[in-house]
Nanobody, 124 residues
Framework: QVQLVESGGGLVQAGGSLKLSCAASGRTASSYAMAWFRQAPGKEREFVAGISWRSGTSRYVDSVKGRFTISRDNAKNTVYLQMNSLKPEDTAVYYC?????????????????WGQGTQVTVSS
């Protein structure tokens, strides 16, 4: 089992920044891919960014490219999402997810573990 705990959400004005963290604990996550998803009210959960744990290869949804950066600290078993130039449409609950097979996937059903989510609200 892997436990994921997100933190760092909050309320920010448009154009501002937030940094989310996801701490992984439990069985070793050294070969897991990690990702951030988000879900806005009335919408489906969508892939935001993912990172391969070992190689550090990353992938982003088009709407956040150039604004968001995913990174990881293997020593701390922690994944981060730096969010800059935030827009009101970025408002959502952000979830951290882990995939045992190690590759970056964009579909929610492929991920094995999920965190509880952290709210991000961007005011206009």
């Amino acid at each position: 089992q892997v436990q994921l705990v997100e933190s760092g959400g909050g309320l920010v004005q448009a154009g501002g920044s937030l940094k989310l963290s996801c701490a992984a604990s439990g069985r070793t996550a050294s070969s897991y891919a990690m990702a951030w998803f988000r879900q806005a009210p009335g919408k489906e959960r969508e892939f935001v960014a993912g990172i391969s744990w070992r190689s550090g290869t990353s992938r982003y949804v088009d709407s956040v490219k150039g604004r968001f950066t995913i990174s990881r600290d293997n020593a701390k078993n922690t994944v981060y999402l730096q969010m800059n130039s935030l827009k009101p449409e970025d408002t959502a609950v952000y979830y951290c997810a882990a995939l045992r097979r190690g590759y970056i996937a964009t579909m929610t059903g492929e991920y094995d573990y999920w965190g509880q989510g952290t709210q991000v609200t961007v005011s206009s």
